[in-house]
């Protein structure tokens, strides 16, 4: 932590702000976790519910994408206790010895709950499944105007058709940009040759003048709103598209998608140890699994969710929960490494820049 | 007014608020932008704006924040020049509209233009109304530079409109009879006199317009990056604070520049006076 180093009289006074800015002594007694998830990530009634319970205050901050999380917790201007990202993600976090290992005995929801099928995945992000509990899960894959779209939505080719130019919607996110045209090839979402990653950008930058807009979270809203013809939406922002707007449909192309699975993961600086795996294994029960799926739309790994979904339409839906096949056989990104990140990440600019 | 001492006492919280929030941030960000991931010393990512297309992106940046200021000017000059010759109480009222944007937050006035220049948005539904066809207004250079005049006109109005208001009457009325004029007058006497209020509106409104990133983020479509996200995303998608500050050196030499020109044609002009 070298970089600090110059940082250290700011620091100080910030800490000394800090400090003061934190309320009377009394506070100290006050049991507290500080939470670190993606944005809109929990059903708020479930936090109070946890309050309520466990007397514990939950502090709850957001974030957009695991790029932008990662250099506030690598950096520990903030000491988070929970965290939740996404595969590639917890695995740099363990190389970079960011997270501690989690005490499952602490965790009976986690170990009762959740699929076994879930963890078995998990193992390729987080060998031995130490560290992460699985929270959600899904796919990625085009959500298309059925009255606009006359093409069959069946490959990710149709996101370079000429007719749909300016309708189309693309992920703005360099793993999952690349991960469109490496998988057009047949090639692995984890790719490392540099030459099939540069034919993956020059597919994007021809892609480029296609593209109405790159996005993350405003996909929803632009789609719903009918904005564009199609875009590459995850899993559970398409059940909540597609309940919105019946003009919109799913589809996942026949090439393969990423199976992502995001966990909840516990901070090696964390000072909530015991408050954090609470947290966790209270995710984990059925009844705020529940609510929590229903807030979201996202797929959850806990077993007990489906026979305590009430709402048919919802239980029958192949988007929330898709049959073994749909995960069958398909990839879920890994951490490459430092290096390989900063490659990816030079390849999307680029794409954006040119 | 104040003795020595006094006047120290009174200056020194200001002098430990700039050192702490400006002077030590900004060595922080020389020192990351000339050294390398081993804080050795290194020009190697001030460099890389020759490659990868940042140049292309400064460049954008540059013409479109020179159209965006003399937009701006355009706007300003006639704007100003009939507040000043209207009576108070209506020109408080048509101040008053030009400021009252600046109450509002810009994201959200931003986000406003969103749904406007959409392609369901407000302009197009009115088209679409009277059968036109619709256009295509959001995520192109023409939507950037909107939000930018938008965002920043106030600042180039407010000091032409104090320098303009300063201007003596008297002068324009002896223009007058001495047989000019309103072109004349204008070119000859308002423009010369209004000059300090219109450069330094024009750094208000180039400075903040070269370096935004949230305009061109919302408006752009994140297919047009300025050089103020390629220096966003470096901080917070590549997590490379050397690249991110180097860049913002390159950037802030640029902003020193123009500060060099507009005081350089500022002295030559009070020069001229006497």
Request: hydrophobic share 45%; net charge negative; aromatic share 12%.
């Amino acid at each position: 932590m070298n970089k600090l180093k110059i940082f250290a009289l700011l620091l100080v006074s910030l800490l000394a702000f800090g400090a003061a800015g934190c309320g009377g002594v009394g506070d100290k007694d006050k049991q507290v976790v500080y939470v670190y998830s993606w944005g809109d990530y929990v059903d708020p009634e479930v936090l109070r519910i946890f309050e309520k319970e466990t007397g514990i205050h939950v502090i709850l901050d957001e974030f957009d994408t695991n790029e932008s999380m990662y250099p506030r917790v690598a950096e520990g201007a903030v000491h988070y206790d929970v965290i939740c990202p996404s595969d590639y993600m917890v695995q740099k976090l363990i190389n970079n010895d960011l997270i501690q290992p989690l005490d499952f005995t602490k965790l009976e929801n986690a170990k009762k709950y959740i699929g076994e099928e879930f963890f078995k995945q998990a193992e390729t992000f987080d060998p031995g499944n130490k560290y992460s509990v699985p929270y959600c899960w899904g796919t990625v894959g085009i959500v298309y105007d059925k009255t606009k779209v006359t093409d069959p939505v069946d490959s990710w080719n149709i996101l370079w058709n000429e007719k749909y130019a300016g309708q189309i919607l693309m992920q703005d996110s360099a793993r999952d940009a690349m991960m469109i045209p490496l998988k057009l090839m047949g090639k692995s979402l984890n790719e490392t040759d540099k030459d099939v990653l540069a034919e993956a950008q020059a597919m994007l930058k021809k892609q480029k003048p296609l593209v109405q807009a790159y996005v993350i979270d405003e996909v929803k809203e632009k789609l719903i709103n009918s904005e564009a013809s199609m875009g590459v939406v995850f899993s559970g922002d398409a059940v909540i598209i597609t309940a919105q707007n019946p003009n919109m449909d799913f589809a996942i192309p026949k090439e393969g998608t990423n199976v992502w699975i995001d966990g909840w993961v516990i901070t090696k600086d964390a000072q909530n140890v015991e408050n954090a795996h609470k947290f966790i294994d209270f995710m984990c029960r059925p009844d705020i699994a529940v609510k929590n799926f229903d807030y979201l739309g996202y797929s959850t790994p806990n077993t007990a969710v489906y026979d305590l979904e009430e709402d048919e339409a919802v239980k029958n839906s192949p988007i929330a929960f898709p049959s073994p096949e749909v995960y069958k056989n398909q990839e879920t990104y890994k951490y490459l490494n430092n290096q390989m990140d900063e490659y990816y990440n030079n390849l999307w600019m680029q794409v954006k820049v040119d | 007014m104040f003795n020595h001492g006094t006047r120290n006492l009174l200056l020194t919280p200001f002098l430990i608020w700039a050192g702490l929030f400006i002077f030590i941030p900004l060595v922080c960000i020389v020192w990351y932008g000339i050294t390398d991931y081993d804080e050795n010393f290194s020009l190697i990512n001030m460099g890389l704006i020759f490659e990868r297309g940042y140049l292309d992106a400064l460049k954008l940046s540059i013409w479109l924040a020179l159209i965006s200021t003399v937009i701006c000017l355009l706007l300003s000059y006639p704007l100003c020049l009939i507040l000043t010759e209207r009576q108070r109480d209506n020109s408080t009222i048509i101040s008053l509209l030009f400021i009252l944007p600046l109450w509002m937050n810009s994201l959200l006035s931003t986000m406003a233009w969103q749904t406007i220049l959409e392609g369901n948005g407000i302009i197009n539904q009115i088209l679409r109304l009277f059968g036109l066809p619709a256009l295509q207004m959001i995520n192109t250079e023409g939507a950037i530079v909107l939000g930018m005049v938008y965002n920043f006109l106030p600042y180039m109005v407010l000091p032409l409109y104090i320098t303009l208001t300063k201007i003596d009457k008297r002068i324009l009325e002896a223009a007058r009879d001495l047989g000019a004029n309103s072109w004349q007058t204008f070119v000859r006497v308002i423009l010369p006199l209004s000059l300090p209020g219109a450069i330094s509106g024009i750094t208000m409104v180039f400075i903040p317009a070269l370096t935004t990133f949230v305009i061109s983020a919302l408006l752009g479509g994140g297919k047009l990056l300025l050089i103020g996200n390629i220096i966003e995303q470096e901080f917070t998608f590549q997590y490379d604070w050397h690249v991110g500050c180097a860049l913002s050196v390159i950037l802030m030499i640029f902003i020193v520049l123009n500060m060099i020109l507009t005081t350089y044609f500022d002295k030559s002009h009070e020069e001229e006076d006497f």
